[in-house]
């Protein structure tokens, strides 16, 4: 029990004093009627206290079935009235209305998701009015939130990649569970843990969403896995990522090959054309001595190969 005082606002003169009495833990026998008095003992005011026992499920997410969400007050008898809004990771809450999505059911505390989705997975919480019609014992009390929960799903990664010895790689997983996954590494089935040269970074909101290579070698080259945890059945996911590394001239070979093809080309054209050229020069020779011993017949006209 405490007691404070303070100065009437409106009157220096006239001073408030207020008692509070306050129990951290209530049970069952806590309700009833208890009563209040300062200087006069004569002068009592009477407080009503009821106990209730709010009755909270979650629900795992299937995206066949809608799922039910429970804030139930067990020994409430009087007037209240129920809300329900989604706890944000970012900015103020949503605060849900009944339709299509949503249908709240005051008289068991429910809330029914029509159609989840996995964007659905998360925390909600209910708010419930005592008294709302009244102006004076009307108050609002939040209980914990409960949650819809969900494994972990592999939404997108990166595909398989071909890299270069000395480049920068990255590699990125996204995936979504509640309670939100973990993310572990591995390559060709070993575990990956920091080192000099690799590094983990956050990615779609995982902490270890993105893998970091620097100057990669021709031994990093295999398959990579990222692996997303949380408690919910089934517990994990998976997706594999093949890595090749080449060489740092291995653009270059390529290349080398086609100046060699064209070099060995030109070599051939020019020796053909040597030869050609030294075959018409040894014939045209045979003709012209021809010529000098068979002069006699002027209709002959000889023409020179070209």
């Known amino acids: 029990i405490t007691t404070s005082s303070s100065v009437k606002p409106d009157d220096p003169s006239v001073t408030i004093t207020t008692k509070t009495l306050k129990k951290n833990v209530t049970v069952d026998a806590d309700e009833g009627t208890f009563e209040c008095s ?3 003992p004569t002068s009592r005011s009477p407080i009503d206290v009821v106990i209730v026992q709010i009755k909270q499920k979650d629900a795992i997410f299937n995206a066949s079935l809608p799922a039910h969400l429970t804030c139930y007050l067990d020994g409430w008898k009087y007037g209240m009235e ?28 429910t809330l029914v998701i029509n159609t989840p989705t996995r964007d659905d997975l ?5 708010m419930v009015t005592f008294y709302p019609s009244s102006t004076t014992d009307k108050h609002v009390i939040t209980p914990k939130p409960v949650a819809l929960r969900g494994g972990p799903v592999i939404v997108s990664s990166d595909n398989s990649k071909n890299m270069v010895e000395g480049d920068k790689l990255e590699l990125k997983c996204k995936a979504t569970g509640f309670p939100k996954p973990t993310m572990k590494w591995y390559k060709d089935g070993k575990e990956l843990n920091t080192t000099v040269r690799l ?26 896995s990222c692996v997303a945890e949380n408690n919910i059945e089934p517990n994990n996911a998976s997706k594999v990522m093949e890595l090749r590394v080449k060489d740092k001239l291995a653009a270059l070979w ?10 060995v080309l ?6 053909y054309e040597k030869r050609r050229s030294k075959k018409l020069a040894e014939e045209d020779e045979a003709v012209d001595g021809t010529d000098e011993t068979t002069p006699g017949d002027s209709k002959e006209v000889r023409h020179r190969r070209t």
């Open 38 to 40: 300062l200087n006069n």
């Open 82 to 109: 129920l809300s329900w809004a989604r706890v944000m990771d970012k900015g103020p809450d949503q605060a849900l209305v009944a339709g299509n999505k949503y249908q709240i059911i005051p008289e068991n505390g």
């Open 122 to 126: 998360g925390e909600y919480k209910c």
């Open 199 to 224: 590094h983990f970074s956050e990615y779609e909101e995982i902490t270890t969403g993105k893998l970091i290579i620097f100057d990669l070698t021709y031994d990093d080259a295999g398959l990579y």
């Open 254 to 263: 390529p290349f080398l090959g086609i100046v060699a093809e064209v070099v």
């Open 266 to 271: 030109c070599v051939i054209i020019l020796l």
